[in-house]
């Protein structure tokens, strides 16, 4: 029930809309007063330019300020633009993890919903994933996206979901409060429930984080069943080494799909792996214009050339949503993007380092 | 390992031979450039080299022993990966600094150890038990002694390549063996794996695990048990872990009471200090004498200050290289430490710039007004040491958080509190330096009494 005539914004995601008029098109709806959010209406009101006059193009995001921590205690229904009316039909409020502070929170209308979910299924086709097969998804659940939108993936290609429970949080805490030992108790618990489908029911895609994959690589008997009933693994997530695809996909799980996704609850959305014969290369690229990534110095926040690295900006605009210049946790390598697509891809994804002080430390070894 | 131009590689070693991974660490020499490229593995390499161990069996024990054996042989005159002996000490000395003495005096230590390698670990066995339940002391009843595990891991130090000797023993005992090596100093780790390969020990038998930081944990977590070389904070991490043996810093001290001429054990406080390069857990930190110490930090420093400044690599050099910035990071760090102390050497600092990008780290000799003085606990990786007032009212607590004390002293009493005192791991009596050590002496306590139990069997 939309109820403006910009149709721009309802453009399948691999149609490419002219940037230009997609851009303006969402300025119009999330600033004019009868479609715009609360949030977003009370929010233009101290910005020092007009978004409906300034912001032109995909460039132009950058002149907003970075308003993810506005995010964290703002009333949720005063996220949802009113252009959808009395009864938007909201997929759900979905959180971040919590790595950097309290959490935030964003809404995904059911129309941005089902456009990222027909993308990313699109995606899945061209790496060569099987559909009609059942889904076992070790993702985090809850408030977060993943949970929610992976099931439905399943369903969506003709299989069944089964999922287990992930709460990243307190893995967070448990790591961060030194209880590492804890932590992998955690993973244990979940890879013990996971065996249990494993064992007993048809299983052709496992969905699943970096770390709990390694983990699962390194049990013998799981491996053994992921290697004889699954066809595809997905993992989502950040990051996961080169040497370490490498190793799964030529030791652990030879001849099964291994597919990168990089997506997160702020981008509300997963972009996968660029399709590559080259096993090195991990290559994500954004659902332009919706999704915009832009690599950019830490301090300056200019632009970092191609084959640098920076620290990511990710740009979400659509109908459901619009959270510009978002400054991520994650560094990547700039990469130039497919053709037609706007802005830049992102290579080697990692969080961003911290880097150790000065200190002599005392001793010999 | 194969150089391709003149970068040496250092290929992980894990249970499919040599693995060349995609996250390499480039090991610069002291002067900067690079050196060579080490494989560092992902934690999934760990985690499966570690189940590949667990699942091999042990060699038999005559072929461990002459596997070891062997292994000892070539890694101290042979050519190892491409390496011979010298190319090997060269290469240790560019990239740690460590000057040519200490590689020296590891591969006498190598030799040593190696030829004798099962005597050692029988010197640890308990009087009560025996070495197979086929013995027939079994038949009325008596203790085996057995491995409390199957997997050793060890993270390896980079101040000295005669520590590497130390975990060999597991070796012997049939452990399967996993090194960590420091990018310090990660030449002598791959010599060790590639000697004990070539010797007959299997790729799922012995592994040699480059990673970084991060990774480094899953070593130890993927063994039964794991030796782990660290500073304090290191101590703290698993000292509360019945699995892990953190070795800390050594501290090691000399004592010299009223009763004993401190001139005719002169020399041996010297080399204390200064042997291996004084970078080693056990040269001496601290220096206690009974009476006025200023006597003997004025010889000390007269006797260290002609120690020669040289590249690391020159066959007489005997103190430690650093690049300068590095260099000038720890003396920075000394005056900071030393200040309220008296100097004798070193006061106004000890970089002595070779003017290629590297400096040599000069000795330091400073006089403390108290036994408790903090300083004394301060070890620095080159001929660092403090001397401090002793008395018998001082008692011992100064002397503890110590690997090894040598005591010149006439009194019986103090050397049973000594002896008694948990927190002296070794004690010398008389004119021994602090660094010497032979087969069958324990080091820091038997290793084996932490790789070995003894069980009950009956006949």
Same mark, same amino acid.
């Given at each position: 029930m939309v109820d403006d005539l910009d149709t721009v914004l309802d453009t399948p995601i691999g149609d490419s809309p002219d940037p230009g008029e997609f851009i303006r098109a969402a300025m119009r709806w999330h600033f004019a007063p009868?479609?715009?959010?609360?949030?977003?209406?009370?929010?233009?009101?101290?910005?020092?330019?007009?978004?409906?006059?300034?912001?032109?193009?995909?460039?132009?995001?950058?002149?907003?300020?970075?308003?993810?921590?506005?995010?964290?205690?703002?009333?949720?229904?005063?996220l949802v633009p009113r252009g959808y009316g009395e009864n938007p039909d909201v997929c759900g409020f979905f959180e971040s993890g919590g790595t950097t502070g309290r959490p935030k929170r964003v809404v995904v209308l059911r129309d941005w919903f089902v456009r990222s979910q027909e993308w990313i299924s699109r995606s899945l086709d061209a790496h060569g994933v099987p559909r009609g097969v059942n889904w076992l998804t070790l993702l985090p659940s809850g408030p977060h996206m993943a949970g929610y939108a992976y099931p439905q993936l399943a369903r969506d290609r003709g299989g069944h979901g089964f999922s287990i429970d992930m709460d990243p949080r307190w893995a967070k805490r448990l790591v961060s409060s030194?209880?590492?030992?804890?932590?992998?108790?955690?993973?244990?618990?979940l890879l013990g429930q996971a065996r249990y489908l494993l064992r007993s029911q048809d299983v052709g895609l496992l969905a699943i984080?970096?770390?709990?994959?390694?983990?699962?690589?390194?049990?013998?008997?799981?491996?053994?069943?992921?290697?004889?009933?699954?066809k595809a693994i997905i993992w989502v997530g950040t990051h996961m080494d080169a040497s370490t695809r490498d190793l799964l996909g030529s030791e652990v799980f030879p001849g099964l799909a291994l597919i990168g996704f990089f997506g997160s609850t702020m981008m509300m959305h997963s972009c996968s792996q660029r399709v590559t014969e080259d096993a090195g290369e991990l290559v994500f690229d954004p659902p332009s214009p919706y999704i915009t990534f832009r690599v950019v110095a830490p301090d300056s926040r200019k632009q970092v050339d191609h084959g640098a690295r920076g620290q990511v900006v990710v740009s979400h605009v659509s109908r459901s949503f619009l959270l510009p210049n978002n400054l991520d946790r994650d560094e990547a390598t700039r990469v130039p993007g497919l053709p037609g697509q706007v802005g830049d891809s992102l290579a080697d994804v990692t969080p961003v380092q911290v880097f150790d002080g000065e200190a002599v430390i005392e001793g010999v070894y | 390992m194969s150089g391709?131009?003149?970068?040496?590689?250092?290929?992980?070693?894990?249970?499919?031979?040599?693995? &060349?991974?995609?996250?390499?660490?480039?090991?610069?020499?002291?002067?900067?450039?690079?050196?060579?490229?080490?494989?560092?593995?992902p934690p999934l390499f760990v985690a499966r080299t570690m189940s590949a161990l667990r699942k091999a069996d042990p060699l038999t024990l005559e072929q461990r022993l002459d596997a070891v054996a062997r292994a000892g042989r070539a890694f101290a005159t042979g050519t190892v990966g491409g390496l011979s002996a010298e190319d090997y000490q060269h290469a240790v000395c560019r990239v740690s600094g460590l000057p040519w003495v200490t590689t020296e005096k590891a591969i006498e230590h190598?030799?040593?150890?190696?030829?004798?390698?099962?005597?050692?670990?029988?010197?640890?066995?308990?009087?009560?038990?025996?070495?197979?339940? &086929?013995?027939? &002391?079994?038949?009325?009843?008596?203790?085996?002694?057995?491995?409390r595990g199957e997997v050793f891991a060890v993270h390896a130090p980079g101040n000295t390549p005669s520590a590497h000797t130390l975990w060999l023993q597991s070796l012997v005992l049939g452990?399967?063996?996993?090194?960590?090596?420091?990018?310090?100093?990660?030449?002598?780790?791959?010599?060790?794996?590639?000697?004990?390969?070539?010797a007959g020990f299997g790729a799922d038998q012995v592994a040699l695990l480059p990673t970084d930081h991060a990774t480094a944990d899953e070593v130890v977590r993927g063994a039964d048990l794991a030796m782990v070389y660290g500073d304090d904070e290191v101590v703290r991490k698993y000292s509360s872990m019945a699995t892990v043996l953190p070795q800390g810093p050594g501290r090691s001290k000399f004592l010299i009471t009223k009763d004993a001429d401190w001139t005719s054990h002169l020399d041996t406080v010297v080399s204390s200090v200064s042997a291996h390069g004084g970078a080693a857990c056990v040269n001496t930190t601290a220096v206690f004498v009974e009476g006025d110490p200023a006597p003997l930090a004025r010889a000390l420093a007269e006797r260290l200050s002609v120690l020669p400044s040289l590249p690391p690599?020159?066959?007489?050099?005997?103190?430690?290289?650093?690049?300068?910035?590095?260099?000038?990071?720890?003396?920075?760090?000394?005056?900071?430490?030393?200040?309220?102390?008296?100097?004798?050497l070193g006061g106004d600092g000890i970089v002595d710039d070779l003017g290629d990008g590297t400096a040599v780290l000069r000795p330091a000799v400073h006089q403390?007004?108290?036994?408790?003085?903090?300083?004394?606990?301060?070890?620095?990786?080159?001929?660092?040491?403090?001397?401090?007032?002793?008395?018998?009212?001082?008692?011992?607590?100064p002397l503890k958080d110590t690997v090894v004390l040598t005591a010149v002293t006439d009194d019986e009493t103090l050397v049973d509190r000594l002896v008694n005192e948990p927190g002296i791991a070794n004690l010398y009596l008389g004119d021994h330096p602090t660094h010497w050590l032979a087969p069958g002496v324990p080091h820091d306590d038997y290793l084996e009494s932490f790789l070995m139990r003894t069980k009950a069997c009956v006949r």
């Amino acid at each position: 029930m939309v109820d403006d005539l910009d149709t721009v914004l309802d453009t399948p995601i691999g149609d490419s809309p002219d940037p230009g008029e997609f851009i303006r098109a969402a300025m119009r709806w999330h600033f004019a007063p009868g479609t715009g959010s609360p949030f977003w209406l009370a929010r233009a009101r101290t910005l020092d330019f007009d978004p409906l006059t300034d912001v032109k193009t995909v460039d132009d995001l950058a002149l907003f300020p970075n308003v993810c921590d506005e995010l964290r205690d703002v009333r949720a229904e005063d996220l949802v633009p009113r252009g959808y009316g009395e009864n938007p039909d909201v997929c759900g409020f979905f959180e971040s993890g919590g790595t950097t502070g309290r959490p935030k929170r964003v809404v995904v209308l059911r129309d941005w919903f089902v456009r990222s979910q027909e993308w990313i299924s699109r995606s899945l086709d061209a790496h060569g994933v099987p559909r009609g097969v059942n889904w076992l998804t070790l993702l985090p659940s809850g408030p977060h996206m993943a949970g929610y939108a992976y099931p439905q993936l399943a369903r969506d290609r003709g299989g069944h979901g089964f999922s287990i429970d992930m709460d990243p949080r307190w893995a967070k805490r448990l790591v961060s409060s030194g209880r590492a030992e804890d932590a992998r108790a955690y993973a244990d618990h979940l890879l013990g429930q996971a065996r249990y489908l494993l064992r007993s029911q048809d299983v052709g895609l496992l969905a699943i984080t970096p770390p709990v994959l390694e983990r699962l690589a390194a049990d013998d008997e799981l491996t053994d069943l992921v290697r004889k009933k699954v066809k595809a693994i997905i993992w989502v997530g950040t990051h996961m080494d080169a040497s370490t695809r490498d190793l799964l996909g030529s030791e652990v799980f030879p001849g099964l799909a291994l597919i990168g996704f990089f997506g997160s609850t702020m981008m509300m959305h997963s972009c996968s792996q660029r399709v590559t014969e080259d096993a090195g290369e991990l290559v994500f690229d954004p659902p332009s214009p919706y999704i915009t990534f832009r690599v950019v110095a830490p301090d300056s926040r200019k632009q970092v050339d191609h084959g640098a690295r920076g620290q990511v900006v990710v740009s979400h605009v659509s109908r459901s949503f619009l959270l510009p210049n978002n400054l991520d946790r994650d560094e990547a390598t700039r990469v130039p993007g497919l053709p037609g697509q706007v802005g830049d891809s992102l290579a080697d994804v990692t969080p961003v380092q911290v880097f150790d002080g000065e200190a002599v430390i005392e001793g010999v070894y | 390992m194969s150089g391709t131009s003149d970068i040496v590689r250092l290929d992980a070693l894990g249970p499919g031979g040599a693995y &060349r991974s995609r996250n390499i660490q480039t090991v610069n020499d002291i002067r900067g450039e690079p050196f060579a490229e080490l494989s560092l593995v992902p934690p999934l390499f760990v985690a499966r080299t570690m189940s590949a161990l667990r699942k091999a069996d042990p060699l038999t024990l005559e072929q461990r022993l002459d596997a070891v054996a062997r292994a000892g042989r070539a890694f101290a005159t042979g050519t190892v990966g491409g390496l011979s002996a010298e190319d090997y000490q060269h290469a240790v000395c560019r990239v740690s600094g460590l000057p040519w003495v200490t590689t020296e005096k590891a591969i006498e230590h190598t030799l040593r150890y190696t030829e004798r390698a099962y005597l050692s670990s029988q010197q640890a066995r308990p009087a009560g038990a025996v070495n197979d339940w &086929r013995h027939p &002391r079994t038949r009325n009843g008596s203790g085996v002694w057995v491995r409390r595990g199957e997997v050793f891991a060890v993270h390896a130090p980079g101040n000295t390549p005669s520590a590497h000797t130390l975990w060999l023993q597991s070796l012997v005992l049939g452990y399967r063996v996993a090194v960590r090596p420091s990018s310090r100093e990660p030449f002598s780790p791959h010599r060790w794996i590639t000697a004990l390969r070539d010797a007959g020990f299997g790729a799922d038998q012995v592994a040699l695990l480059p990673t970084d930081h991060a990774t480094a944990d899953e070593v130890v977590r993927g063994a039964d048990l794991a030796m782990v070389y660290g500073d304090d904070e290191v101590v703290r991490k698993y000292s509360s872990m019945a699995t892990v043996l953190p070795q800390g810093p050594g501290r090691s001290k000399f004592l010299i009471t009223k009763d004993a001429d401190w001139t005719s054990h002169l020399d041996t406080v010297v080399s204390s200090v200064s042997a291996h390069g004084g970078a080693a857990c056990v040269n001496t930190t601290a220096v206690f004498v009974e009476g006025d110490p200023a006597p003997l930090a004025r010889a000390l420093a007269e006797r260290l200050s002609v120690l020669p400044s040289l590249p690391p690599q020159d066959p007489k050099a005997v103190l430690p290289v650093q690049p300068l910035d590095s260099a000038r990071r720890i003396e920075r760090h000394l005056l900071a430490t030393a200040a309220g102390t008296t100097p004798w050497l070193g006061g106004d600092g000890i970089v002595d710039d070779l003017g290629d990008g590297t400096a040599v780290l000069r000795p330091a000799v400073h006089q403390v007004s108290r036994p408790d003085a903090p300083q004394t606990g301060v070890e620095l990786p080159f001929p660092c040491v403090w001397v401090a007032p002793w008395s018998p009212e001082a008692g011992v607590g100064p002397l503890k958080d110590t690997v090894v004390l040598t005591a010149v002293t006439d009194d019986e009493t103090l050397v049973d509190r000594l002896v008694n005192e948990p927190g002296i791991a070794n004690l010398y009596l008389g004119d021994h330096p602090t660094h010497w050590l032979a087969p069958g002496v324990p080091h820091d306590d038997y290793l084996e009494s932490f790789l070995m139990r003894t069980k009950a069997c009956v006949r």
